[in-house]
């Protein structure tokens, strides 16, 4: 069976990279730290996909297999961290997005944010 988003869960992608980095005994290079300076670079190197680009540009590469390829493997390796971190730091990533997007409601009411991309305290009272 091929895995995607459709039959995959956040649980199981834990425990593939707990057992990836395990099987090659690289916990003790993982710090929280050096995770999130991995995660960081990881999403500079997907930025430059995109850097210096503009949206017509991208759009038209990403149609192509060899673009969106580049921009996977850039935002697995991001994911890859996110996991790691997760699992170094015992965080349930479900329960902090559910927490945070509760926040992002509260704080970009879709009356006040609709059609805009301001942060919410240039229009907060």
Not at 44 to 55: K, M, P, Q
Request: charged letters at 30%.
């Amino acid at each position: 069976m091929t895995v995607s988003d459709r039959t995959s869960n956040i649980n199981s992608l834990k425990a593939d990279v707990r057992n990836f980095i395990a099987a090659r005994d690289w916990d003790q290079f993982h710090s929280p730290k050096d995770l999130a300076i991995g995660l960081i670079t990881e999403a500079g190197e997907l930025l430059e996909h995109f850097r210096f680009r503009d949206e017509a540009e991208v759009a038209g590469l990403l149609n192509t297999p060899e673009f969106r390829e580049l921009v996977q493997h850039e935002l697995a390796d991001c994911l890859y961290f996110v996991l790691a971190i997760s699992n170094k730091l015992n965080m349930d990533l479900t329960q902090a997005l559910a927490a945070k997007m509760e926040i992002s409601e509260k704080r970009y009411p879709v009356e006040k944010s609709r059609g805009r991309n301001d942060k919410y305290t240039a229009w907060q009272t």
